[in-house]
T-cell receptor, first 111, second 114 residues
Framework: GQNIDQPTEMTATEGAIVQINCTYQ??????LFWYQQHAGEAPTFLSY??LDGLEEKGRFSSFLSRSKGYSYLLLKELQMKDSASYLC????????????WGAGTKLIIKP | DGGITQSPKYLFRKEGQNVTLSCEQN?????MYWYRQDPGQGLRLIYY???????QKGDIAEGYSVSREKKESFPLTVTSAQKNPTAFYLC?????????????FGDGTRLSIL
């Protein structure tokens, strides 16, 4: 079956670095997306990985290991506005290429 | 500016009533999607449409219906058969067949039961 696991909640300090993990189990992996969602708002796209390795985009980086079914989102120089939920989604060939979503990780930034 | 517009932002449904959620996009995207978001759960796909006049059921289509008569519009009807409709509903769109392209989301409609 399909399964995506993320920690429910994490806390970090302003200015620090945090790593949010995502593990997945799917037989038809075809890419992984990370989204940011502030409470009550729309998810916004952060990053996309389909090959193993690190994709860097400013303060945010995303890593993928297909053999381990594992990804992480790395946020550097944390700002208060980074307090949000971070959603991991996997595209599955065996689900007509639709996205399978994790429940999201709520990140709380403290001063 | 291009984007996705959902309306209304808040909606209340009475017992036995059907309600329709609007979703309009001007991104010229072929594919459109409806998701339901409940606390502590991932987004769940209700219906999706890859082209005009065609749509497919997602994982939780029971109690919902859609239409896709125009490329820009993908309205969702929550019927009285949906016994637990209280949730945050998100509409999204994307380019069709380009798997590295993300889905773009509207601001959502929060539906509650009166």
């Amino acid at each position: 079956g399909q399964n995506i696991d993320q920690p429910t909640e994490m806390t970090a300090t302003e200015g620090a670095i945090v790593q949010i993990n995502c593990t997945y189990q799917t037989s038809g992996f075809n890419g992984l997306f990370w989204y940011q969602q502030h409470a009550g708002e729309a998810p916004t796209f952060l990053s996309y990985n389909v090959l193993d390795g690190l994709e860097e985009k400013g303060r945010f980086s995303s890593f993928l290991s297909r053999s381990k079914g594992y990804s992480y989102l790395l946020l550097k120089e944390l700002q208060m506005k980074d307090s949000a939920s971070y959603l991991c989604a996997v595209r599955d060939r065996n689900s007509n290429y639709q996205l399978i979503w994790g429940a999201g990780t709520k990140l709380i930034i403290k001063p | 500016d291009g984007g996705i517009t959902q309306s209304p932002k808040y909606l209340f449904r009475k017992e036995g009533q059907n309600v329709t959620l609007s979703c309009e996009q001007n991104l010229n995207h072929d594919a459109m999607y409806w998701y339901r978001q409940d606390p502590g759960q991932g987004l769940r796909l209700i219906y999706y449409s890859q082209i005009v006049n065609d749509f497919q059921k997602g994982d939780i289509a029971e109690g919902y219906s859609v239409s896709r008569e125009k490329k820009e519009s993908f309205p969702l009807t929550v019927t009285s058969a949906q016994k637990n409709p209280t949730a945050f509903y998100l509409c999204a769109s994307s380019l069709r067949g380009q798997f590295n392209q993300p889905q773009h989301f509207g601001d959502g409609t929060r539906l509650s039961i009166l």
